[in-house]
């Protein structure tokens, strides 16, 4: 939305201020009545610094990935082998299964080393915590940043 002319700002609808008579752009109340909503009750404040950044932005970079899965039949083991192994480069996503926790860790693919010499240090790292080694997988990650 450009405002005066100026420079297009990114926005974000916020609940209106009992003293706020500012009117809303029409398409933005449009979209408001289009969700249920009643536009008479929002506005709209630009973004602060830093609060349009992609989510992803902060958490990988585009290129090739492995991603190594584990099982761990306590949270307190499974949380112990995201704290050994996160770092920089590698995350974690911990997921409730029937039984125990699915770990998987995701880390940058090295280039000229296999997938399966890569696994082996997550395999290495976790034996200690009595993980199951459910393999691994290569991933390809592409992060599009739109600047509109």
């Known amino acids: 939305m450009k405002l005066f002319g100026g420079e297009s700002k990114k926005f974000r609808v916020v609940p209106r ?4 008579t500012t009117l809303l752009d029409p398409k933005i109340a449009d979209a408001l009545r289009k969700a249920g909503k ?25 290129g090739s990935r492995v991603e190594h899965t584990f099982f761990f039949s306590t949270l ?9 192994l996160v770092e920089e480069e590698t995350a974690a996503r911990i997921t409730k299964d029937k039984d125990g926790w699915l770990v998987a860790f995701d880390s940058p693919d090295e280039t000229g080393v296999a997938g399966a010499a890569q696994h082996e240090r997550f395999v290495t790292a976790t034996a200690s915590f009595g993980a199951q080694d459910r393999g691994f997988a290569h991933l390809t990650m592409n992060v599009n940043r739109i600047k509109k």
């Open 76 to 84: 307190n083991s499974a949380l112990s082998a995201i704290e050994r």
């Open 17 to 20: 201020s009992a003293t706020d």
């Open 38 to 62: 009643d536009p008479s009750k929002f506005t709209v404040v630009p973004f602060e610094p830093g609060e349009a950044e992609s989510p992803l932005q902060g958490l990988f970079s585009s």
